[in-house]
């Protein structure tokens, strides 16, 4: 089979939710993402920034679910990813922003350690490489997040962002 342009990002997508890698996406991949955040960042389970990262985890994988798991398994298949996933953020691009919104803008909380709604550049490549981005990959993402420059990442950068990388259009 001839792969694609438009199947290799899928797959790259996919991968990226599969955080575990064991072929399907599920609410063990949010919690452990939201785990390995507070483990970076020594941030306690159990404090307000720690429940809130795990309630935002739960939401998107909730918004995940609802969106692809067809057969309510509680896994979500690349094959559900592609025919629930892809198909209904191609409907409604504003879907992704929507499931991710919480969980995003609690892990830029435990990022942010001064609480001034920015993160440096290089504490964004923190993130995203515990979310098992590559390192110089996650180091450019982080730059590329950073529109004007000024070395730090706010949600308004971030959302939009990643919203738009979810969103993939043939
Ligand atoms: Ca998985
Ligand atoms: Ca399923």
Redesign the pocket.
């Given at each position: 089979m001839v792969s694609t342009e438009y199947e290799r990002r899928i797959a790259a997508r996919f991968a990226t939710l599969?955080?575990?890698?064991?072929?399907?996406?599920?609410r063990?991949?949010f919690s452990a993402a939201a785990k390995a955040l507070l483990a970076e960042f020594a941030v306690p389970a159990r404090s307000a920034k720690g429940q809130g990262l795990y309630a935002g985890a739960e939401a998107f994988w909730q918004g995940m679910a609802g969106m692809a798991d067809r057969d309510g398994d509680q896994r979500v298949t690349r094959e559900e990813f592609i025919s629930g996933a892809v198909k209904r953020l191609r409907d409604n691009p504003d879907r992704f922003a929507e499931i991710a919104r919480p969980f995003l803008h609690a892990a830029l909380a435990v990022a942010d350690e001064d609480a001034d709604g920015r993160v440096t550049v290089e504490d964004t490549a923190r993130v995203l490489r515990v979310l098992h981005v590559p390192q110089g990959a996650a180091r450019a993402a982080a730059e590329a997040l950073d529109g004007d420059g000024d070395g730090t990442v706010t949600e308004a950068d971030l959302i939009p962002a990643i919203a738009g990388y979810f969103t993939i259009t043939e």
């Open positions: 599969d955080q575990d890698g064991n072929g399907y996406i599920d063990e991949d």
